[in-house]
DNA sequence: ACCGTCGGTTAAGAAATCGTAAAGGAAGCG
DNA sequence: CGCTTCCTTTACGATTTCTTAACCGACGGT
């Protein structure tokens, strides 16, 4: 289990380094905002340790960043017990909210439940279906194993209805849960992306088999 | 969905039982560990809330015990605000951890988010009726396992129809329930759904054996 | 049998829905 | 700051679906 540790203040990262290494983590830290996203990148860590307060871009910023591709759990840290940030945080999907000075047993073990939660076997992680391959870890598609170059809404969507297969959702369902709860976007936005994913993994566009539309109601995913 | 409730406290194991029955969630209550034990190997319940002050064995022997073998969601309730207690129970492997008083209302959140997590699917909605399979959750009407092609209203006038088996509907009552409370169109339109519905349904379109007419009152699903 | 009402049937026009392209804007990136 | 990518909105046309209206036969009461 890797573990990204960003915070600027040393004795904080070295305390938590050394705690979590004797738990059996591989640990990284950075101790910039830009230096932790360019390690998250290179070593796609299951989980961030994210502290609020750090220069330049402030850890909104990077959490808002790394949400907008990857659901890796997020926990922050903060010397404010301040609420509005509590509420900012939650709100912008972190996973949970920790108060410096924070107990570190609490700590290893709401990292230990959010992971248990997060890769638990309830949630298969890699989708396969049919001549599609879908890792949302890697943040990779795959269609006859050639990568799709997909954005990342169209990654979002396509996970999403993959993983439902069958399932009929309304354009606002779909909006709800791939865009998030309070995206105030227009449902048509969602037939504009369905297309695009059509032009990539359909024979003919014009027969879909796999994202076929469910007149009245919203779209499916088939196979 | 089963709920395995285990609390030695009456005034509270009856409080959930009623909200949670009113949620549409079988219950099971026990007052001990053992009991508790034993009950969870007979109905294997979706998820647990358990207490942790229990006589003889405490909550946590339990919580052990079910996770050696099985994966499902426990839900930790305490009076104690124990730090302690909560890192406890976080490590061994609950979902969640809530002390008591606790707001009725935020466990069946709770309650819903884990299993929405964990099992992914509702309710079962489907609809069996002689060769007639009406599935809502993939949009998908079969006759004979060969998909019909239905409009959006005649899929929702025939599903409701055969939901309500044997019933008989006026048209202004199906208007209203299947067009919707405030939808002004003229009653003889219903007639036209159920011909075309008839048209694909019926063997003999002029002998109506499933859809039929109760002259003078409105139509019936007969099967 | 007769007559009034009710339901069956059909077709045409209206309305809703979806596909598609293209333009503008926002955000990331160097 | 300029470039690129991605996202959203919008408009128009094509198609499906819905509603209405009209006509006709069937049924039931007298």
Redesign the interface.
């Known amino acids: 289990m890797k573990l990204l540790i960003i915070d600027d203040e040393p004795a904080i990262t070295e305390t938590l380094e050394a705690k979590f290494r004797k738990e059996g983590f591989s640990t990284f830290v950075a101790d910039s905002a830009e230096e932790g996203m360019r390690l998250f990148k290179r070593v796609k860590p299951d989980l961030i340790i994210l502290d609020i307060m750090l220069p330049n871009r402030s850890g909104f910023d990077l959490c808002r960043a790394v949400r907008k591709e990857f659901a890796t759990p997020i926990i922050f840290v903060s010397a404010r017990a301040d609420e509005g940030d509590r509420i900012k945080g939650l709100e912008m999907g972190a996973d949970d909210y920790v108060t410096k000075p924070f107990?570190m047993?609490?700590l290893?073990?709401?990292v230990?439940?959010i992971l248990?939660?997060s890769t638990?076997?309830?949630?298969q992680d890699i989708i396969e279906r049919g001549n599609l391959r879908i890792d949302p870890r890697t943040h990779l598609a795959q269609l006859d194993g050639e990568p799709m170059n997909l954005s990342p809404k169209e990654f979002a969507l396509l996970y999403f209805l993959a993983r439902?297969s069958?399932?009929?959702f309304t354009r606002e369902a779909l909006l709800d849960r791939v865009w998030g709860k309070d995206a105030y976007v227009s449902s048509r936005t969602v037939d504009v992306h369905i297309r695009w994913l059509r032009m990539r993994i359909e024979t003919d566009a014009n027969q879909p088999e796999r994202l076929v539309t469910?007149?009245?109601?919203g779209y499916?995913f088939v196979g």
Not at 120 to 123: A, L, Q
Not at 214 to 217: E, H, K, L, T
């Open positions: 107990n047993s609490e290893v073990a709401r230990k439940a248990r939660r638990g076997e309830p949630v439902n069958g399932q009929v469910v007149r009245g109601i499916k």
